[in-house]
Nanobody
Framework: QVQLVESGGGLVQAGGSLRLSCAAS?????MGWFRQVPGKEREFVAA????????YYTDSVKGRFTISRDNAKNMVYLQMASLKPEDTAVYYC?????????????????WGQGTQVTVSS
């Protein structure tokens, strides 16, 4: 069983930056970040392969967000820059048993509790 705990969310002004962290207990493979706003489906944000050699982003965050991982520490990060009000959401860390990058929500087996990110205009 894998447990995931996110941290690093908060309130930031538009144009600002935040770094989200996800601590994993147990062995993890492909990891991802998703986000959700009330009344909408949880959407894919970014993913990273087991080795860290492959990453994938949704178009709306390309060039602004960077996903990374430290396997020695069992940590995954999401560095967010040039934040926009539309980035406001609860951000979830997820782990998949697959080693390659995955963007489909259904491919993820474990989920964290989420951390709130609020971007003010």
């Amino acid at each position: 069983q894998v447990q995931l705990v996110e941290s690093g969310g908060g309130l930031v002004q538009a144009g600002g930056s935040l770094r989200l962290s996800c601590a994993a207990s147990g062995r993890t493979f492909s990891m991802g970040w998703f986000r959700q706003v009330p009344g909408k489906e949880r959407e894919f944000v970014a993913a990273i392969s087991w080795s860290g050699g492959s990453t994938y982003y949704t178009d709306s965050v390309k060039g602004r967000f960077t996903i990374s991982r430290d396997n020695a520490k069992n940590m995954v990060y999401l560095q967010m820059a040039s934040l926009k009000p539309e980035d406001t959401a609860v951000y979830y860390c997820a782990a998949s048993r697959r080693k390659s990058v995955v963007a489909e929500k259904s491919e993820y087996d474990y989920w964290g509790q989420g951390t709130q990110v609020t971007v003010s205009s």
